[in-house]
């Protein structure tokens, strides 16, 4: 029986739930995943950005039952502080949690215009202006923190909270054929050539469910 539960809603949509699972698997978490239903209302909802509160992806270890993608990184932090989740240095560290809040709670438009589908790949697309202020703006903190960190992850050498919160947009970059500058798209492809988005993306390919209103040609 696996050591702790992790409840997603879709690998292929949900960019909530890609943030959960890496967070889980870099702490080395023994971890079992159940995916719900498409079909089911309130899973709709949150894929479909309706919802007022995400109730996934929630973790369940032992006794514990966390959700929101921040508050299981503190858990994991607090029960596995060797995994490296969050930067050694005070500065840094502080750094991280900044630009993982920004990720966090900001960037709409982004998020509206260019929703998470790994399966989805749209040449060309047009990306209207307020979409364009978010991606610049991501491209700015990726060109900050790599210039401090030297990479190839933002904070160094290995992937932090950071890495886990900005990965579905790396996804969104390729999907939506989003033009870079050579850093950000240095990194983008450091992300998307990770294992565990490897695994991830694999599964996503697999999963047999599909929600016609994200899954629709722009």
Same mark, same amino acid.
């Given at each position: $029986? #696996?050591?702790?539960? @992790?409840?997603?809603?879709?690998?292929?949509?949900?960019?909530? =739930?890609? %943030?959960?699972? &890496? *967070?889980?698997? $870099? #702490?080395?978490?023994? @971890?079992?995943?159940?995916?719900?239903?498409?079909?089911?209302? =309130?899973? %709709?909802?949150? &894929? *479909?950005?309706?919802?007022?509160?995400?109730?996934?992806?929630?973790?369940?270890?032992?006794?514990?039952?966390?959700?929101?993608?921040?508050?299981?990184?503190?858990?994991?932090?607090?029960?596995?502080?060797?995994?490296?989740?969050?930067?050694?240095?005070?500065?840094?560290?502080?750094?991280?949690?900044?630009?993982?809040?920004?990720?966090?709670?900001?960037?709409?438009?982004?998020?509206?215009?260019?929703?998470?589908?790994?399966?989805?790949?749209?040449?060309?697309?047009?990306?209207?202006?307020?979409?364009?202020?978010?991606?610049?703006?991501?491209?700015?903190?990726?060109?900050?923190?790599?210039?401090?960190?030297?990479?190839?992850?933002?904070?160094?050498?290995?992937?932090?909270?950071?890495?886990?919160?900005?990965?579905?947009?790396?996804?969104?970059?390729?999907?939506?054929?989003?033009?870079?500058?050579?850093?950000?798209?240095?990194?983008?492809?450091?992300?998307?050539?990770?294992?565990?988005?490897?695994?991830?993306?694999?599964?996503?390919?697999?999963?047999?469910?599909?929600?016609?209103?994200?899954?629709?040609?722009?």
């Amino acid at each position: $029986m #696996a050591e702790a539960t @992790l409840t997603i809603s879709s690998r292929n949509y949900s960019s909530w =739930s890609l %943030r959960g699972w &890496l *967070l889980c698997r $870099m #702490a080395g978490l023994d @971890l079992a995943v159940e995916v719900l239903s498409g079909a089911d209302a =309130s899973t %709709r909802a949150e &894929l *479909l950005h309706l919802s007022p509160s995400f109730l996934v992806p929630r973790l369940e270890h032992g006794a514990i039952a966390v959700w929101d993608v921040l508050a299981i990184a503190e858990y994991l932090n607090e029960i596995r502080p060797d995994a490296g989740l969050l930067p050694e240095a005070p500065a840094e560290r502080a750094r991280c949690r900044a630009v993982s809040g920004e990720m966090h709670g900001g960037f709409v438009n982004l998020r509206s215009a260019l929703p998470m589908n790994l399966r989805s790949l749209h040449r060309g697309f047009k990306i209207f202006n307020g979409a364009k202020g978010d991606i610049e703006r991501i491209c700015a903190i990726f060109e900050d923190c790599l210039s401090r960190s030297g990479g190839p992850y933002l904070f160094g050498a290995r992937p932090t909270l950071a890495d886990a919160m900005y990965a579905p947009v790396c996804t969104r970059f390729r999907t939506y054929d989003v033009t870079l500058p050579y850093t950000a798209a240095t990194y983008r492809d450091t992300i998307l050539a990770w294992d565990l988005m490897n695994e991830w993306a694999a599964l996503a390919e697999s999963e047999p469910e599909e929600i016609e209103e994200l899954d629709m040609e722009f």
